[in-house]
T-cell receptor
Framework: DSGVTQTPKHLITATGQRVTLRCSPR?????VYWYQQSLDQGLQFLIQ???????AKGNILERFSAQQFPDLHSELNLSSLELGDSALYFC?????????????FGSGTRLTVV | LAKTTQPISMDSYEGQEVNITCSHN???????ITWYQQFPSQGPRFIIQ???TKVTNEVASLFIPADRKSSTLSLPRVSLSDTAVYYC?????????????FGSGTRLQVQP
């Protein structure tokens, strides 16, 4: 157990639907990062939150949005889903200060759009 | 961020030492070199980080030559459980405040 909790582990939904992925960061970590990993794209950074505020955006589609709540958990909302959105979605967290142990990733949510 | 180049895949046998080299010709003065490991259907896991010379921990060693234009991750006596994708990342020391940029990584296959 890495300390980063992602739910659900698996999600199957139809095209056009909307889903919400949840991430609870490691205790004490202020930053949350979302990544998408599909077979042909590798690990793609989507968005980062730090202590409740959006800090950086990567290759995130307009159909996707995220937020970080006061208790620091984060949710990634994916809407108008397409077949190509099928992927593993990872959440990572970091303390927000220099460390010698890197970032901590969760075990991911596998999204299948049918 | 400095661009990195590493082999797409490598094969090894149990008990052998594996060395994965990463090239980063345009590494900046403030950049550190970090390696992550990813097992299938799991999130990446931090392995080791270094700035120069040699760093060793309980999992691996990281060798960085004086010009810092490349680095080598060394895994001693690999086992089947070391089969994974290994990513080399180069950038400012983990401040905990920036996103990590992953390349394609090196897929290591360890055979019995």
């Amino acid at each position: 157990d890495s300390g980063v909790t992602q739910t659900p582990k698996h999600l199957i939904t139809a095209t056009g639907q909307r889903v919400t992925l949840r991430c609870s960061p490691r205790s004490g970590d202020l930053s949350v990062y979302w990544y998408q990993q599909s077979l042909d794209q590798g690990l793609q950074f989507l968005i980062q939150y730090y202590n409740g505020e959006e800090r950086a955006k990567g290759n995130i589609l307009e159909r996707f949005s995220a937020q970080q709540f006061p208790d620091l958990h984060s949710e990634l909302n994916l809407s108008s889903l397409e077949l190509g959105d099928s992927a593993l979605y990872f959440c990572a967290s970091s303390v927000g200060q220099p460390t010698n142990y890197g970032y901590t990733f969760g075990s991911g949510t596998r999204l299948t759009v049918v | 961020l400095a661009k990195t180049t590493q082999p797409i895949s490598m094969d090894s046998y149990e008990g052998q030492e594996v060395n994965i080299t990463c090239s980063h010709n345009n590494i900046a003065t403030n950049d550190y070199i970090t390696w992550y490991q990813q097992f299938p259907s799991q999130g990446p896991r931090f392995i080791i980080q270094g700035y120069k010379t040699k760093v060793t921990n309980e999992v691996a060693s990281l060798f960085i030559p004086a010009d810092r234009k490349s680095s080598t991750l060394s895994l001693p006596r690999v086992s089947l459980s070391d089969t994974a994708v290994y990513y080399c990342l180069v950038g400012e020391r983990d401040t905990g405040r920036r996103a990590l940029t992953f390349g394609s990584g090196t897929r290591l296959q360890v055979q019995p």
